[in-house]
């Protein structure tokens, strides 16, 4: 991937669009080299979260107790700044002094959905009740083993995530444009749990199933933790009305050429048709990743998608959807055995 | 929903799915049956045949069908071995009953019962074989080794025919070459070759064991320069046939012509030359003798090669040379015949008595070593005429005339040749040829003809032959009579040669002369008729001394010698369906060249074309010379690989790739702007820069046989994507 060190000084480009997605792939890459800061040996979750709080999604990770799922979102959290001197000139943000820009759920079976979104306070001063706002409203929530708690509060946070606002009492109160869950499950200690169905999965947009860090990463995260200790809650690197902004243009400036979306289209059909998947994915799904393959193409300095967003996000998007027929587990062969074709097709026409 | 059912339609093979499996299954039980059908030819009737290709098709497909049968597959190979021989001998047990009691034979007729016994011994073995094999094929990697072999051998037991000279057989194969004028050797080779190799590629392809394409790729160059090889320089030729077998003159032998345990009659049916007649002749004594020399001059031990200039004038010393001597006569008759040898042969020959040897063109090197017209003046006088004549000729110096008296010194000879003379009638007492015709009716009665004898190592093998059991072969015929012509002081020698049954000729003009035809037989010489051949015929022998009539091969040979008319007519009738190989191989060669010349003027285009063409289509055409050229050095993206992850892989060694890629993709995928990853260092797109670079690359990285290489190859372009 180049390395974009000089975008930041820009090139005499006169057109006005290609300066401000140079500034909004500028904001991805400082939000993405503070987090790198701050968690170590995890470079690519870093760039899939950013790819995800970018394109507007939610990421579900499937991870072990200790690999530092917090850490990242409490990163993540810390490097976008309130915006608060920009408040003033925002007149749809007065709720945000409630808005933390982090917070972290540990699910439980005796959850209640109160606990998570809130709930009317009696306030015996001014005689009335007053809404307590409860931990969604963040720009980053850390949803920790997600299918541990009751349906009941599954889909509250479902809705939550889904429809940007929570709903107590017949009273709406809107979560912030920012909202960005990351949710995790375990995948092996499954006693006591309510897994999550394929239509709630539906509303993540990545799953990711990660392997331990590497040695030399494992032995950085020793020498360094003390270090990242006593620093941990530096200075937001940007603000939230930047990755608004930022979500804007790169929805406007990056390019999505037909042969990509035909590409997208042929793996989905390959994948309905192939004998191993009982349902192959929906047509949502694929609207949902055209976000985020742009952010992923921003990501890496481009403004338009290429092979390579989609190599590094389809099994991602469409991992969670597909339900396989029973007995078929190589998830990871079926997703590579229908995308070598049209990839392939892909990779021949940009010479047609 | 439709999805789902559209999956459970493809559950079920298709077709082409069908086919891609049971194809390999068709082509090997093909092969087998075929190298199974070969083998039978010569062992049984067209029924048995047909019968073995069956058995070996239901086996192969049996076998395929319950591939993975838990219970065979269960079973012990000692037991699979097992029942396949006691399903042979089942076969052979059944066939034997059919063919042996009359009642099948009482039913139909026994013509019918045979068939039917030799089709089901032939389906048994065949099946149990098969079926055997392929079971154990399916086990192990080695089970596949005695498949290739059954074909292989298949295939060289047919070619060993031809190893002998039979290259006409198998008939069909043979005309088919033959009249195309190619050596049906080398096609039965390549189609075996070819046999073998599709057998391999089968095991190769259907088993997946970890076999390397290129050991494929040795063993089919290893098969192909096997093929150049017969057709550049003939099948390799048995030496045994040089010297005349039975006659013992070859070059170990020399000094004892008599070698014991050597002579067999394995080959006796290889051809060793094929004669053409001229003119019409009919030999009077049932055989045609063919000269090549004769052993005339003690040598103290036995009779040698004469080194005397006055003894055997007639014989000829050298091919195109004349006989010094020739004894014409009203009872001679000039026949010329056209002698063509089929494997290397010391010295020419010709139909006694041959006077002149001059050589002849030859119509076929590939086949005939050596060809020449003998002029031969050949006896037609009756042999009573013979009695009264007088023995030796009169012209002859005393010493000469002492030569062809000289015999080893021991009495017994003349004993016995004046015993045996001595029951002559009165009038013939003294007379030579009734003298030489009772001696030769002495050994028809009492000889035994034999190959296995133990006479060589005696001091003289002729003696110990004629005073012991009389048991021997044609050598020790000759020398005894000729010691006890010489005993009574009559002019004899063993002349040395071929002598061919009359009866072989079959009406032809064409005869063909076997290794078992080598003879040598006692000579006496009659003034004014030259030597006579008295050639004892022993009438007990203990050799089969036959040989299948040959009529087919003894024409062709004769047709291919003789270069006339008759065979170009054959030639001319079979040119409707010939192809013209010189035509095929021209257009082949120009096809050939065609191709190559437009590959080097696609490769130059699409290295060329992006320094002339304008802007727009810059970002194609360069990247895809760029390509062009690593895929010359053999650098090319693999299937599914995304143009990134390429450049990526070859950044080690063209670096440059990657920023040429990102601007071709920017351009092919982002709406023809120049994206952010372009500013800086690339703006404006120095495109011919980012092509020289990844070109300087690429040159310094590789090394210059490989540039060279991939300069030469016309068709680098077409792997490139």
């Given at each position: 991937m180049p390395e974009l060190a000089s975008l930041e000084t820009g090139s005499a480009n006169s057109a006005g669009g290609e300066a401000s997605l140079t500034a909004a792939i500028g904001v991805l890459h400082r939000l993405r080299d503070a987090v790198r800061g701050q968690v170590i040996g995890r470079d690519e979750m870093i760039e899939l979260a950013i790819i995800a709080l970018t394109a507007d999604g939610h990421v579900l990770l499937e991870d072990f107790p200790g690999s530092g799922k917090t850490t990242l979102a409490k990163a993540i959290g810390e490097a976008i700044g309130d915006g608060q001197h920009e408040k003033d000139n925002d007149p749809g943000r007065e709720a945000a002094h409630f808005i933390a820009p982090f917070r972290r759920i540990q699910f439980t079976p005796d959850l209640l959905p109160s606990d998570v979104t809130g709930a009317p306070i009696f306030d015996s001063a001014s005689n009335a009740f007053h809404f307590r706002h409860g931990p969604v409203f963040a720009h980053v929530l850390l949803a920790d083993e997600i299918n541990r708690t009751s349906p009941k509060v599954q889909s509250a946070m479902l809705e939550a995530m889904g429809e940007k606002q929570v709903t107590v009492d017949n009273a709406t109160y809107p979560l912030d444009a920012l909202f960005f869950v990351i949710a995790t499950q375990n995948p092996l200690d499954l006693v006591g749990t309510y897994p999550l169905p394929v239509p709630q999965l539906d509303r993540f947009l990545f799953k990711i199933t990660m392997a331990h860090i590497d040695r030399q990463a494992e032995l950085e995260v020793?020498?360094?933790?003390?270090?990242?200790?006593?620093n941990s809650g530096g200075a937001p690197v940007v603000s939230r009305n930047e990755i608004l902004a930022a979500r804007a243009t790169i929805d406007r400036e990056v390019a999505i050429a037909d042969a990509i979306k035909s590409t997208l289209v042929d793996i989905s059909r390959n994948?309905?048709?192939?004998?191993r998947v009982l349902q192959g994915n929906s047509t949502r799904s694929l609207v949902l990743m055209?976000?985020?393959?742009?952010?992923?193409?921003?990501?890496?300095?481009?403004d338009f998608v290429s092979a390579e967003d989609i190599e590094l996000l389809l099994p991602r998007v469409l991992g969670h959807r597909l339900e396989l027929t029973p007995g078929v587990a190589d998830l990871g062969r079926i997703l590579h055995d229908n995308m070598r074709e049209p990839l392939e097709r892909l990779a021949k026409s940009t010479l047609a | 929903m439709q999805d789902k059912a559209s999956a459970r339609i493809r559950a079920h093979p298709r077709p082409a799915e069908r086919l891609e499996r049971t194809a390999p299954a068709l082509a090997r039980a093909a092969i087998i049956a075929g190298s199974l059908w070969l083998l039978s030819l010569s062992l049984t009737v067209a029924t048995g045949s047909i019968a073995a290709v069956a058995g070996c098709v239901a086996a192969c497909l049996l076998a395929k069908l319950h591939e993975n049968n838990p219970l065979l597959r269960q079973l012990r190979a000692v037991f699979i071995m097992l029942a396949a021989v006691a399903l042979a001998m089942l076969g052979v047990i059944l066939a034997g009953w059919i063919a042996g009691?009359?009642?099948?034979?009482?039913?139909?007729?026994?013509?019918?019962?045979?068939?039917?016994a030799e089709a089901i011994k032939w389906l048994c073995f065949s099946f149990a074989l098969v079926g055997a094999m392929r079971i154990l094929a399916q086990r192990s990697s080695v089970g596949g080794i005695v498949e290739v072999l059954l074909v292989a051998s298949g295939f060289t037991v047919v070619l060993s025919a031809h190893r002998n000279g039979m290259i006409n057989r198998p008939f069909f194969l043979g005309d088919f070459a033959l009249s195309r004028g190619l050596d049906p050797a080398t096609v039965l080779l390549a189609l075996g070759c070819g046999a073998v190799l599709l057998l391999a590629a089968l095991l190769l392809v259907e088993d997946n064991r970890r076999r390397l394409p290129y050991h494929f790729a040795l063993f089919a160059l290893l098969c192909l320069s096997l093929v150049g090889y017969v057709r550049s320089f003939g099948l390799p030729t048995p030496q045994m046939t040089d010297d005349l077998g039975l006659t013992g003159n070859s070059a170990q032998a020399r000094e004892n012509p008599f070698h014991d345990g050597e002579n067999n009659t394995e080959n006796k049916q290889a051809p060793v030359a094929v004669a053409v007649f001229r003119d019409d002749y009919e030999p009077?004594?049932?055989a045609y003798y063919f000269r090549e020399g004769a052993y005339s001059q003690w040598n103290g031990y036995m009779l040698d090669f004469t080194s005397h200039p006055g003894m055997d004038r007639d014989l000829i010393p050298a091919p195109g040379a004349q006989a010094r001597e020739t004894v014409g006569g009203a009872g001679r008759k000039p026949v010329t015949t056209t002698i063509g040898t089929l494997v290397p042969h010391r010295s020419p020959f010709g139909l006694d008595t041959p006077v002149a040897l001059a050589p002849a063109p030859n119509p076929n090197p590939l086949r005939f070593k050596r060809t020449w017209d003998a002029h031969s003046l050949v006896p037609q006088f009756d042999l009573n005429a013979l009695l009264g004549m007088a023995a030796g000729n009169p012209a002859w110096p005393a010493e000469v005339r002492e030569e062809y008296l000289r015999l080893p010194d021991d009495p017994r000879y003349g004993e016995l040749a004046r015993e045996i003379t001595g029951g002559l009638r009165p009038q013939y007492a003294a007379d030579p040829f009734a003298q030489a015709w009772a001696i030769k009716a002495h050994l028809d009665r009492n000889g035994i003809y034999s190959l296995a004898n133990e006479h060589a190592y005696a001091e003289d093998p002729a003696a110990s032959f004629?005073?012991?059991?009389?048991?021997g072969y044609c050598m020790h015929f000759a020398f005894a009579s000729t010691y006890m012509l010489r005993s009574i002081g009559i002019p004899a020698r063993v002349g040395i040669g071929y002598s061919v049954p009359a009866a072989n000729r079959a009406g032809g003009s064409s005869l063909l002369i076997q290794a078992i035809h080598g003879h040598a037989w006692p000579e006496i010489y009659f003034a004014g008729h030259g030597w006579v051949i008295v050639d004892p015929a022993p009438q007990q022998t203990l050799v089969d001394m036959t040989t299948d009539p040959q009529n087919e091969l003894q024409q062709l040979l004769g047709d291919m010698l003789r270069g006339d008319a008759a065979f170009e007519e054959f030639l001319a009738e079979q040119a409707g369906f010939a192809i013209d190989w010189r035509l095929a191989r021209n257009a082949m060669l120009s096809l050939l060249a065609a191709l190559v010349l437009a590959g080097y003027a696609v490769k130059l285009y699409r290295l060329w074309i992006p320094a002339l063409a304008g802007r727009p289509a810059q970002h194609r055409l360069s990247y895809r010379a760029a390509l062009d050229r690593l895929a010359a050095v053999g650098i090319r993206r693999r299937f599914g690989e995304s143009r990134e992850a390429f450049a990526r892989r070859v950044g080690a060694l063209a670096p440059a790739l990657q920023a040429l890629t990102a601007a071709h993709l920017a351009h092919a995928l982002g709406g023809h702007r120049p994206g952010p990853a372009n500013t800086g260092s690339l703006a404006g797109e120095d495109w011919r820069g980012m092509r020289r670079k990844v070109g300087a690359e690429i040159r310094a990285g590789t090394s210059a046989g490989k540039r060279l290489l991939a300069m030469l190859d016309p068709f680098s372009w077409l792997r490139a994507k």
């Open positions: 020793l020498d360094t933790w003390r270090d990242r200790r006593d994948l309905r048709a192939d004998e055209l976000p985020a393959l742009q952010a992923a193409a921003a990501l890496r300095g481009r | 009691r009359g009642l099948v034979a009482a039913l139909f007729e026994p013509i019918a019962a045979f068939h039917l009077a004594g049932g004629l005073f012991g059991d009389l048991t």
